[in-house]
């Protein structure tokens, strides 16, 4: 079945460093979101994106954060010079149709900001 | 904004039936959406309502009511691999997106 696939699984930076976590979106898919989850806490949508621009944004997207869609499959986040409260699970999604219901996710990769 | 409002914790048996209550208050309202997260895992989407009722899926059915704002998961045989966190999450039409808003979720202990 196909998936949404992210890299890295994990990764631990120093405050203000840069970070760019990976995404290949489900191949024919059409919406691709970026969501966080800190521990213990909800899901927080963060962006998305839809024929190559970001269709809407809230208001943790920052201008720290940005998307590009560089090539085909690819879809990453990057966050120019993290903070501490970046330590999140980021998740990305992808949807089939503008009118679909179901948003399938990728397992995450676990960000760590020390 | 959105809101939504779950229980955060739920204990049942194994074998039994348990409902997760979810009330919510958006603008632009266009379904309702459950999710299943197992621990360090990824959100999977359990069950959709657009419209008022129940829709079933095996163990799983799921309710809304657009005039409450109001919906619940139904787990039905319980089983212990049901142990996880369930969140709703809202639809909603604003910005023109399909972005989710999910709930603070309800975390389902499942014990023999």
């Known amino acids: 079945e196909p998936e949404v696939t992210q890299t890295p699984s994990h990764q631990v930076t120093q405050m203000g460093q840069e970070v760019i976590l990976r995404c290949v979106p489900i191949?024919?898919?059409?919406?691709f979101y970026w969501y966080r989850q800190i521990l213990g806490q909800k899901v927080e949508f963060l962006v998305s994106?839809?024929?190559?621009?970001?269709?809407?944004k809230s208001e943790i997207f920052d201008d720290q954060f940005s998307v590009e869609r560089p090539d085909g499959s690819n879809f990453t986040l990057k966050i120019r010079s993290t903070k501490l409260e970046d330590s999140a699970m980021y998740f990305c999604?992808?949807?089939?149709?503008?009118?679909?219901?179901?948003?399938?996710f990728g397992e995450g990769s676990w960000l760590t900001v020390v | 904004g959105q809101s939504l409002e779950q229980p955060s914790e739920v204990t049942a048996v194994e074998g039994a039936i348990v409902q997760i209550n979810c009330t919510y208050q958006t603008s632009g309202f266009y379904g309702l959406s459950w999710y299943q997260q197992h621990d360090g895992g990824a959100p999977t989407f359990l069950s959709y309502n657009a419209l008022d009722g129940l829709e079933e899926t095996g163990r799983f059915s799921s309710f809304l009511s657009r005039s409450d704002s109001y919906g619940y998961l139904l787990l039905q045989e319980l089983q212990m691999k049901d142990s996880a966190s369930y969140f709703c999450?809202?639809?909603?039409?604003?910005?023109?997106?399909?972005?989710?808003?999910f709930g603070t979720g309800t975390q389902l202990k499942v014990e023999l």
């Open positions: 994106f839809y024929n190559n621009e970001i269709s809407e």
């Open positions: 999604a992808s949807q089939p149709r503008t009118t679909g219901n179901t948003i399938y």
């Open positions: 999450a809202v639809r909603d039409r604003k910005g023109g997106g399909n972005k989710l808003t």
């Open positions: 191949s024919n898919h059409l919406y």
